[in-house]
């Protein structure tokens, strides 16, 4: 890939965290639990995956809304790791979401805080940024949840906003936002199978339903639909092709922010022009990585080539 402008991508973060990763021996719902470890890390679904995306070589920049109480940890850590800063700073402080890490079972527990406010100025603010990152920039992530009083049809807004520059868009959401992002069809939409099951109106069991459902998208102007299943993988599918990618078997430190590595590998690999099964492999090699890491950590290029070889696909069918 030749095209500098191509391989540019930029991650859309309107609702950032610093999570805060806490370590217990054994969490006990109702008592007293000891920590022995933390961590904080700048964080947000975008974040995330520019962390991941900077970590494997290539150029990220962030945008969307950060609160000037603690924006200086953020911007502290852009600097350090070489991602271009283009958030817009609004009133307030960026939520501080916690995630416990219970070391004897392995299990995660998430407690995450509702964020920051934005106004229709901060929103038109924004909107200009992103206009203006889309004449030199090709790929978009649009991912996470939405802040307090932001329209519920922003993410189509954006979207539409980013086509009509020819951009390419990548969504990654839940609930109503997923829902009225999915109106203006980006290129690519990743739910994982609850985000699904709420997005279809019913609980999908059967792999059948899950296969009917990625179809049912890609008929409605869906480019790719990724639905991630967990520890067991993701299915990936096209117009052409639908593929079931299974990772390789590693210890987990922490599973936060797996999705978003996923995201991260795989948009990497639409801006390199891979194919959908070497982006798929990227993605989930990606996330791997990244679950061997404490917190919401990247796992490094090196983890990630390590990895690659060792990710299972097959074709589905049916």
Known sequence: MNNPEQMKIVTITLNPALDQTVYVAQFQVGQVNRVYKQRLDPGGKGINVAKVVGALGNPVSVTGFLGRENSQVFSEYFRKNAIENAFVE???????????????????????????????ADLEKLEGVIDRLALDHRWFVISGSLPQAAPEDIYGRLTRLLQRHGAKVFLDSSGTALRE??????????????????????????????????????????????????????????????????????????????????????????????????????????????????????????????????????????
């Not at 501080?96 to 079972?105: A, G, L």
């Not at 890609?218 to 096209?238: H, N």
């Open 90 to 120: 609004v009133a307030g402080a960026a939520r501080v979401n916690i995630k416990i890490v219970d070391e004897q079972s392995g299990q995660v527990s998430e407690i995450n805080f509702p964020g920051l406010n934005c106004t229709g």
């Open 181 to 318: 992002g999915i109106r203006a069809n980006p290129n690519v939409v990743k739910p994982n199978l609850d985000e699904l099951s709420q997005l279809i109106g019913r609980n999908l069991v059967r792999e059948s339903e899950i296969y009917k459902a990625a179809r049912d998208l890609l008929g409605g102007g869906i480019e790719q639909v990724i639905v991630t299943l967990g520890a067991k993988g993701a299915i990936v599918a096209d117009e052409r092709e639908m593929l079931a990618v299974r990772p390789p078997t590693v210890v987990a430190s922490s599973t936060v922010g797996a999705g978003d590595a996923f995201v991260a590998g795989y948009v990497v690999g639409r801006a390199r022009g891979l194919s959908l099964k070497d982006c798929a492999c990227l993605g989930t090699a990606a996330a791997t990585a990244s679950v061997i890491q404490p917190g919401t950590q990247a796992g490094s290029l090196t983890e990630v080539e390590k990895l690659l070889n060792q990710v299972a696909v097959s074709r589905v069918s049916g």
